[in-house]
Structure formats: structure tokens, C-alpha cells
């Protein structure tokens, strides 16, 4: 019994003499702390770690996550360079070129390194198309150098894309496909191409191994249901729509839903989803369009509303709705004709005449494009045609496409003086509503001869 | 009413007796028919089930090919539109016979070689007789597209005009079995790439008038080198080429015509494919729809005294629910929604849907294709031919649709396509029903011109179709379940013989009905010049109100069902 009793509590005793922590062992980790914590500060603390996940975030492109960590690091230092430059960095990749230059600015005058400013300056310029042989000189060095590959990639074979040069592109997509085999961008991009080149099959490929190594990535997603819709697979692209991850791009993947829905006749439910949408406004759209790279020239929502409730023979609902739609894009064809059709039968016959005369008018200049298009096969040099062809869509269709059009003569003849004029002129025109555009006129007037 | 009574006579309405006024009876009544038992039994049950259709062509004997001479691989643009067919009672023996024209071939590339069209007389029913020569239709002419039929002097036998490029045909039906072809004596001189055509009195002489879609300007000596997007070698679209001006040929009444367009108002810049005829707003004035590849489609409103207005934007049926043309080619009338206004009804190219134009009255239209469920069908087809009839005697027209690709080397599609039997839902809804594997339309063909047509009197319509460098084929309708059904043909006095742009209304315990007679329509393609209505077994016409083209109006009470009727223009009736 005693031996028993005594074997207990020495078993006890060497229980507790295990859960009682040595003093030299608390020393040694607070030791460790105090280094750690000294590591920490000294590499930028809590806003070099800010810094480090927005990095990370804007590597895989989740910009809110990027923005979050970003807002967080200027809440504890605002004039932390990197932390500017970042902002650019964000602001590059959503294309406010205007505010990426303000935040690059602010980080030179706090003195971050000039030639990484340069290079983000660069990736801006090959964005937008604007790569010029110096430039593309400088990103072929950067990359030999392994310095910031993934970034000169994408916007490189951006800007390649941009000015046509798909094959190029598609080289630089592949080449980051070897770099990066687990990232999904490389084979959306390529998508994005197949599908400009009206390769369908081939876009249709790349979009499901974007999503196949990134389920959640929303553009491949949304990219491959407008694909789908378009060759009137309406149920698998709704499928694919509503497995999207929540996020900013909700209202933009349900304006699509609701396109699906349409398309697949179920009228009711797609009134219901363009209903909502329209109570969210116009801005909120927009920005959700953005996170899945498109910008639309219609107010989507809006406009097909209209025209659904016209089908129906709800005209003062399609009114209502068609109205708000052309006031945002005046040169929505389907709004505007549909518009008229509307008043027509509410019998305001001559606001419907005007409006009918306005899709009229375009129709007829639309139609010329196909024979412009046709020359400029025959002749990719022929300017004058790309011209015609862009000023003709800038009129009647499409801002961005027309500028795209006139652009389009830069690859052949960056100082073509009547597409110079005709940019001066568009940017001139709307210079009442934005700052850029007087500066973006200025630049093309400065090609125009005799210009001072 | 047993089907053993249903024998296939020709009602004469009793006030319509009137031999002077041009409507002989000869030939009324066509030959009794044997019935299927099965079918009698039927008959008497109240469900109607969907059609099923028979290839039958091989059966019956018919075997015409249009060939488009696209083997010497030259991609002339002319190869693409293909060719119809009519349907036309040319001997005025009771049942429809077929005429189909040839095509043509391109030995060089200087000129288009034609190939002769082949007629086809319907014996009975149960065979169909090549009777090209010994009727004289077999005449080369042209490199032929089209073919449409109407009586144009008023004697009760059809005429028959072959379009195609670089010229008109126009046989002239001797009563005899035979033809004489005189297009240029009678004045119809075009020589430009003529497609579709339909009969219709213009200005309500009573003459049937002549309205002729033309196509582009291309010839076989500017034949341009065109790729496809797979970069093959291939046909050239439509915009490669202006478009030329349509016309018309309005009647002398003394068998010859005279050019009028340039006085009409037609515009100047379509690229025709498909007309129809038709009264649309309910006026006295027979109003015409014309489907333009990637060009406006237009309305010419008939003001009276054949003045005609274009009015297609303004009326809704220029553009597709997007304010987009789409390159239209097949057309049909029909009042999906039973409101009694005629709708209009285009088959269009690939990646447009085929397009419904809902008529709300006074020549104004909405496009209903997404809320009728078409744009659910999809878009991958090119639409051709067309029709739309009551196919599964439910009360509701169906459209059946003819499709074929014009390219040779089409991307993410096919040469041959399916064929579509749109059935109407009662419901303002339009869906495409499927069939067998083994049946016609579960097979791809390259489908061109489409007509309905009762080949085998028996109540129910079966179809006619038109291919490119393959078979034509009859389809023979064996719905089990007929209900009740009523054919009528009518014969203008006083308006036009065929009674082109007549409207019938249908009255029963539950509903009514509406049907018009149409010039044109289809593709390259004449349907007959009759009305179908069918109804379940317990529902029957009580009523019968016939608007007939020169506005007069006549009723009749209880017309007798599953049977033919001849219905003639009283001289004297109420406006």
C-alpha cells in the first residue's frame, strides 16, 4: 500500500516538475521575441507587412485584397514609397493611368528607386499599345535579368495584343506559361486573342485551363459564358456563371445570368435579375464590368430591360428604362431602335421619327464598314479606310472601337497626320467632361504639320 | 363524320355558281381516295398528337436534283442561293403537282450554263409522273433559282415563272398539259439575278402583278477570290457586292406587262432573297414584305392605286430586336398568337435568330423572338425556306424551316444542317420539337425551299423540300390524329382569280382563327394558293368570314368539314 502511495506521488512531482516552464527557456524566448520584433520594425513593420501581402495580392491580381492591405499600410505611414508605388502599381493594372502617375510622382519625391518607377511608367505605355523600340528593348533586358518578369509578360503582350501583333503576344503569353505554370492569366489572355481572331474553339480551350488551375478565377469564368452564350449555349454558361465566388464582380456576372436567361426564354426570371441591377446604378456597374476586363458601351442593364419590356408591350416601362440607358450611351443602337419602337406606340410619333432617323442614319454609315473592311483586307495598309472606318464607328456605334479603328493606323504610320487630326478632334470633343482629354488632343495636334 | 365520308370532294358554295364569271367547275372534284382504317379510327378520338412525317419522295417516284455546278470549284457566288420549288395543280385535276427548277453548272469562267427544271404530276397521290418533256417546261433558259405560279389571265390554270440569273422565265399554261415559254413577249424582259417572286393584284384590277427580288450584281466574269475564316477558298458574302434594285411588272389584263418600279417607290439599295404578299393592315391593298441579305428588310406599305411606301424601320420589321439587319431569306405569314392580325415570320443567317414580327395593327410590329422562346432554338442555322401551317391539327400554326449553309467551308458549322419543325405551343410559345433519329428531321440535309402541300388528300399537309445537290424530298404527314380539318380554295370574280391577299376568319365555340392567302413567301419557293384550317375532333367551325382582296365580305355558316371546299367571289357583296 505505502510503496503504492509513494510511487503516486512521485509521479505526480515529476508530472509537475514537466509542466513548470524553466526559467532559461522563458528567457530564451523572450530573447527571441525581442529579435524578431527588432527584425520586424527594422524591415518596415507592420507596413512593410502590409506592403508584402498587397504585393502578393496584386501578383494574383486580387485587387481588393491588394487595396485592402494597401489602405491599411497609409492608415500607419501615408508617405511610405513602396506603399505609393504599389497604389500606382494597382492603379496601372485597373488603368487609371492619371492617378497611377499622381501616386508615381509621390513615390520619386519620397524616394523610391527610379528605375522600378520607369519600368511601372513603361508598363503603362505597353498597356495602351505604345511600345516603341526602345521600350521593347528595355523590357527584352529586364527579362533576360529575371526582374519583374511576370509583370513585363503581361503588360508587354498586352500592348502587343493591343496593336495587333498577336503573334508576339501569344510568344510572351506562352513564355510566362513556362515561368508560371500554375498561374490561370497566361492562358486567359491567350484566350482573350483566340477569341479576337474569332477562334473560338481555341479560346474556348484556354478559358477552361484558366479555370481548371484557378476555379475561382472569375474572368475565365465570365470570359468562357460569354463565349458560350454567344454560340447559344445559354444552360452551360449559366451554370458556369453561378458557380462565380461573390465579389465586385456580382452585378456584371448577374447582367450576363440575366443574358442567359433571356436567351433561353425564361423572360420573367431575366426582368427580374435586370430589375435589381438597375436599382444598383450606373457606377456600380461599371465598376463591376471592370474586374472582369470589360468596359461596355451600353448601359447593359438598362437597355435590355427597355427592350424586353418593348417585346412585351410594356412601353412606358421600356421608356422609362430606354431613356436612362441612352442617357448614359447615346450611341446604343439597340436602346435607341428599340427606344422608337417604344414611342412609336405610345404614340409619340414624332420623337419616335427622330429616333428612328438616328438608327437609320447609323445603319447606313454602319454599313460601309463591311466594304472598308473588305479594302483593308485586300490592303492592311490601307489607312485612309481605317480611318473612315473608325470615324464612322465613333459617330454611330462604338467611342472605344472607333478610337481603336483610327489607332489601328499608328502600326503602319505613327505619324499619319489625318489620324492625328481625327483623335485631335474626338479628344477635342470631349474635353468638356474630362481634363485628359484636352492633354490627349494636345498630343495629337502636336503631329499635325505646322503645329507649333 | 367517318373518314369514308371524307371523300375529297369540292364543295360549290351555292351562291357561286357562276360559271361567266370564270370559275369552271370542270375538274372539281377530285377522285375518291382509299382511307386508312387505322387512320378512320383516329380520326374519332379527341387528342391530337404531333406529327410524324415519311420521306416519301423515292416512293412516289420523284427524283429531281438542283444542281448548282459546284464541282468545277470555281466558288461562284451564284452557286450559294440554291433552288425551290412549286406547288402548282397545273392540270387542274384536284391534286398539286410539283415543278422544281434545274440549276445550272459552270463550265468556264465565262459564262453559267443551265440546266433544265423538271415538273412532276401528281397522280392521285400515289406516284408523282416526270412530265417535263412531254409538257414543254424543260426549255433552258437560265441559270435558275426560283420558281412561283398564279394565275395571271384569270382562266383558272396557273402560270409558271422561273427565276434566275440573268433573266426571267415565264411558261405560259396552255390548258392542254402543255407550256409555251414567252417572258419576253409578254414583256418581262429583267435580265438581272432575279430569286424570289410573288403574284399579287397591285392595284385591284383583278390581275395578279409581279414583284421580283433581285439579288446583287455579281457575274461569273467578276467572280473575286474569297476565304473563308478558315482561309479555304470559298463563297464571297453578300457585302462583296451592291445590291441591285427589285421590281415590278404590273399587268396589261391582256396577258403582256409592263415595267413599273420606277414609279412605285421601291427603294433602291436591298439585296433581295424572299417576298411575301400579303395584306397586313387590314385595308383593301395587298401589302409586300421583302427579306434583304445584311441589308433592311422592307415593308412597302400599298396606299392604294399601287402606290407603295417604305416603311420598314418605322414599322418595326426592318431591323431584328438588336437594331441589326440580319441577312434574311425565307418568309411566312401567320397569326401565332390567334389575335387575328397576320405576323410576319424571317429565317436568317447563322448567329442571328430567326426573327417574329408580332403585328399590334396599322403596319406596326414588335419583334417577339426572345419572349416566343425562338432565340432558345439557336442561331447556328442558316435559314432558308419556310413555312407556317397547322401540322398537328391543333388549331395553332407550326413553322417548318429549311436549312443549309451557303458556304463550303464553314467555321464551327456545317454544310448540312437540321431541318426545324417548330411547333406552336397554343401559349404563345414556339418550340422546336425533335424526332425519331431515323426521320427526315433528324437528319442534316442542305435544305433550301420548303412548301406545304396535301400531295395525298387526306386532310393533313405534308411538305415539299427543295435541296442543294441532293434529292428533293416529299414528306408525307401520318398524324394518327386529325380531328377535323377544312381545305379551302378560293376563286376571285372579281378580285384576282387566286384570291391572293384574301383573309379568312374561322369562328368556332372557343376560339377563332385567322388565315390569309399569300403571294410569295417561303424561299425561291410557291406554296399553293390554299387555306387549311384543322381543329380538334370536338371543336368545329361555326362560322366562316372570307375578306376577300377587293375588301368585299362573305360569310358562311357550318362549312362542311373534312372535305375540300371551292369557295367563289359573290359579284355583288357589301364592303
Redesign the interface.
Known amino acids: 500500500m505505502v510503496s503504492k502511495k509513494a510511487d503516486r506521488n512521485q509521479r505526480k512531482q515529476q508530472q509537475a516538475a514537466r509542466e513548470k516552464p524553466s526559467l532559461r527557456r522563458v528567457w530564451w524566448l523572450l530573447i527571441l521575441m525581442v529579435v524578431l520584433l527588432t527584425a520586424f520594425l527594422s524591415t518596415g513593420g507592420i507596413v512593410g507587412f502590409c506592403n508584402t501581402m498587397a504585393s502578393n495580392a496584386i501578383s494574383k491580381r486580387d485587387l481588393p485584397t491588394a487595396k485592402g492591405w494597401l489602405r491599411r499600410a497609409t492608415h500607419l505611414s501615408s508617405d511610405n514609397s513602396l506603399s505609393l508605388f504599389l497604389q500606382g502599381r494597382v492603379a496601372r493594372i485597373e488603368g487609371n493611368f492619371e492617378e497611377m502617375s499622381g501616386l508615381l510622382r509621390k513615390a520619386f519625391h519620397k524616394g523610391f528607386d527610379n528605375k522600378r518607377l520607369a519600368l511601372e511608367q513603361d508598363l503603362a505605355l505597353a498597356t495602351t499599345g505604345r511600345l516603341d523600340f526602345e521600350m521593347e528593348a528595355r523590357f527584352n533586358s529586364s527579362l533576360e535579368k529575371q526582374v519583374e518578369v511576370a509583370e513585363i509578360l503581361e503588360s508587354y503582350a498586352n500592348g502587343l495584343a493591343t496593336i495587333s501583333r498577336f503573334k508576339e503576344s501569344m510568344v510572351l503569353l506562352e513564355q510566362w506559361e513556362v515561368i508560371d505554370p500554375a498561374n490561370a492569366t497566361p492562358n486567359y489572355r491567350r484566350g482573350r486573342i483566340h477569341e479576337h481572331l474569332n477562334q473560338y474553339d481555341k479560346a474556348e480551350a484556354e478559358y477552361r485551363k484558366a479555370i481548371g488551375k484557378d476555379k475561382n478565377f472569375v474572368k475565365a469564368r465570365y470570359a468562357l459564358a460569354k463565349l458560350l452564350l454567344q454560340n447559344r449555349q445559354p444552360e452551360q454558361a449559366k451554370q458556369l456563371l453561378d458557380q462565380c465566388k461573390p465579389g465586385g464582380h456580382d452585378l456584371a456576372v448577374k447582367a450576363l445570368i440575366a443574358n442567359c436567361l433571356r436567351t433561353m426564354g425564361d423572360i420573367d426570371a431575366c426582368r427580374n435579375i435586370l430589375n435589381d441591377l438597375v436599382e444598383q446604378g450606373y457606377e456600380g456597374m461599371l465598376e463591376s464590368y471592370r474586374l472582369v476586363d470589360e468596359v461596355p458601351e451600353r448601359y447593359i442593364a438598362a437597355s435590355d430591360l427597355g427592350c424586353i419590356e418593348t417585346e412585351i408591350g410594356s412601353f412606358d416601362e421600356a421608356k422609362k428604362h430606354l431613356e436612362l440607358a441612352l442617357k448614359y450611351h447615346p450611341l446604343d443602337t439597340v436602346a435607341r431602335y428599340s427606344y422608337a419602337v417604344a414611342l412609336r406606340n405610345l404614340g409619340e410619333r414624332d420623337e419616335a421619327e427622330k429616333n428612328f432617323e438616328i438608327t437609320r442614319r447609323a445603319r447606313d454609315e454602319l454599313n460601309q464598314v463591311r466594304v472598308l473592311q473588305e479594302a483593308i483586307e485586300a490592303n492592311p495598309e490601307d489607312t485612309d479606310a481605317r480611318i473612315e472606318i473608325g470615324k464612322i464607328i465613333l459617330r454611330n456605334e462604338s467611342e472605344r472601337t472607333g478610337v481603336f479603328w483610327i489607332e489601328s493606323v499608328f502600326s503602319y504610320d505613327p505619324t499619319n497626320q489625318k489620324a492625328h487630326a481625327a483623335l485631335a478632334e474626338y479628344f477635342d470633343s470631349k474635353s468638356d467632361k474630362q481634363e485628359n482629354y484636352l492633354k490627349l488632343a494636345e498630343y495629337h495636334r502636336t503631329f499635325l504639320r505646322g503645329a507649333p | 363524320m367517318t373518314l369514308s365520308r371524307r371523300v375529297l370532294t369540292w364543295l360549290l358554295i351555292a351562291n357561286c355558281l357562276l360559271l361567266d364569271a370564270g370559275c369552271d367547275q370542270r375538274n372539281s372534284s377530285p377522285p375518291l381516295q382509299e382511307k386508312n382504317t387505322s387512320k378512320t379510327r383516329s380520326v374519332e378520338t379527341s387528342s391530337i398528337s404531333s406529327p410524324q412525317f415519311h420521306q416519301m419522295a423515292q416512293q412516289l417516284g420523284m427524283d429531281h436534283v438542283y444542281r448548282n455546278g459546284e464541282e468545277s470549284n470555281r466558288y461562284a457566288y451564284v452557286e450559294s442561293l440554291g433552288g425551290g420549288l412549286a406547288t402548282l395543280d397545273f392540270d387542274r385535276d384536284g391534286w398539286f403537282d410539283l415543278f422544281f427548277p434545274g440549276g445550272g453548272s459552270i463550265p468556264n469562267d465565262t459564262a453559267l450554263q443551265p440546266l433544265p427544271g423538271t415538273l412532276w404530276r401528281n397522280e392521285n397521290g400515289v406516284r408523282f409522273l416526270n412530265v417535263s418533256e412531254v409538257s414543254l417546261v424543260n426549255k433552258l433558259g437560265v441559270y435558275s433559282h426560283g420558281a412561283a405560279s398564279g394565275d395571271l389571265d384569270n382562266d383558272g390554270f396557273p402560270e409558271l415563272l422561273i427565276t434566275g440569273h440573268g433573266g426571267l422565265q415565264l411558261f405560259w399554261n396552255q390548258g392542254d398539259g402543255t407550256w409555251i415559254e414567252c417572258a419576253a413577249e409578254v414583256g418581262l424582259t429583267d435580265q438581272s439575278w432575279s430569286t424570289s417572286a410573288a403574284f399579287a393584284d397591285l392595284n385591284n384590277d383583278g390581275f395578279s402583278d409581279l414583284y421580283i427580288t433581285h439579288y446583287v450584281d455579281w457575274r461569273i466574269t467578276n467572280n473575286p477570290p474569297c476565304t473563308s475564316?478558315s482561309n479555304d477558298r470559298d463563297i464571297c458574302?453578300p457585302?462583296?457586292f451592291p445590291g441591285l434594285p427589285d421590281l415590278i411588272y404590273m399587268s396589261n389584263q391582256d396577258r403582256s406587262f409592263r415595267r413599273c418600279d420606277q414609279n412605285l417607290g421601291l427603294a433602291p439599295d436591298g439585296k433581295g432573297l424572299g417576298v411575301i404578299a400579303a395584306n397586313l393592315d387590314d385595308d383593301k391593298n395587298i401589302d409586300l414584305y421583302v427579306a434583304n441579305d445584311?441589308?433592311?428588310n422592307f415593308l412597302y406599305r400599298n396606299t392604294g392605286m399601287s402606290n407603295l411606301q417604305e416603311i420598314g424601320?418605322?414599322s418595326?420589321t426592318a431591323?431584328d430586336?438588336?437594331?441589326?439587319?440580319n441577312g434574311s431569306m425565307g418568309l411566312a405569314i401567320l397569326d401565332y398568337d390567334a389575335d387575328l392580325k397576320p405576323d410576319v415570320w424571317v429565317t436568317n443567317y447563322e448567329n442571328e435568330t430567326f426573327a417574329l414580327y408580332k403585328n399590334?395593327g396599322d403596319l406596326?410590329f414588335?419583334?417577339?423572338?426572345?419572349?416566343?422562346?425562338i432565340?432558345?432554338i439557336?442561331?447556328?442555322y442558316v435559314g432558308f425556306g419556310t413555312c407556317a401551317a397547322d401540322f398537328d391539327h391543333d388549331g395553332d400554326e407550326d413553322i417548318v424551316v429549311a436549312n443549309g449553309h451557303v458556304m463550303r467551308h464553314p467555321?464551327?458549322n456545317s454544310v448540312d444542317q437540321y431541318p426545324l419543325f417548330i411547333e406552336n405551343n397554343g401559349s404563345k410559345?414556339l418550340v422546336r420539337k425533335q424526332f425519331h433519329a431515323d426521320n427526315y428531321f433528324s437528319k442534316k440535309w442542305r435544305g433550301r425551299g420548303v412548301a406545304p402541300f396535301d400531295f395525298d388528300h387526306d386532310g393533313d399537309l405534308d411538305l415539299a423540300f427543295s435541296h442543294v445537290n441532293q434529292p428533293a424530298e416529299i414528306l408525307q404527314n401520318e398524324s394518327l390524329e386529325k380531328g377535323n380539318w377544312w381545305i379551302f380554295q378560293l376563286c376571285g370574280t372579281v378580285s384576282n382569280r387566286d384570291a391572293i391577299g384574301a383573309r379568312l376568319i374561322a369562328s368556332t365555340s372557343k376560339r377563332k382563327l385567322m388565315r390569309t392567302i399569300i403571294g410569295g413567301g417561303s424561299y425561291l419557293t410557291q406554296a399553293p394558293y390554299l387555306v387549311h384550317f384543322a381543329l380538334p375532333s370536338e371543336e368545329t367551325i361555326e362560322r366562316l368570314e372570307i375578306r376577300w382582296p377587293n375588301d368585299t365580305v362573305s360569310t358562311i355558316l357550318s362549312p362542311v368539314r373534312n372535305q375540300y371546299s371551292l369557295l367563289v367571289e359573290p359579284q355583288s357583296l357589301p364592303r
Open positions: 475564316a458574302p457585302a462583296r445584311t441589308t433592311n424601320l418605322q418595326g431591323l430586336e438588336r437594331g441589326l439587319a399590334d406596326q414588335r419583334c417577339v423572338t426572345t419572349s416566343t422562346g432565340t432558345a439557336g442561331n447556328l467555321v464551327s410559345r
